[in-house]
């Protein structure tokens, strides 16, 4: 949780910066935020025009079932 919260102030102060978003998106997902996550990964997305790394993260994302993804997992 600390992570989560060191991140997203670091996403605070600089939210031009694509990795943060693809970061923090990692940090929510390890969390169980799927969600909240699949939004940060869309943000990094549009933030760099092509990272192998955030077309990966959406693609893992994209395979979370639909009952994790209602328990907020």
Request: charge should be positive; proline fraction near 3%.
């Amino acid at each position: 949780m600390l992570a989560l919260k060191l991140i997203q102030k670091a996403v605070e102060l600089n939210p031009g910066h694509f990795v943060l978003w693809l970061e923090q998106g990692r940090c929510l997902q390890a969390l169980g935020m799927v969600d909240a996550a699949e939004h940060s990964f869309l943000q990094a997305r549009q933030l760099s025009k092509y990272s192998p790394e955030v077309e990966q993260a959406l693609m893992q994302i994209s395979q979370t079932g639909w009952l994790a993804r209602l328990g907020g997992r």
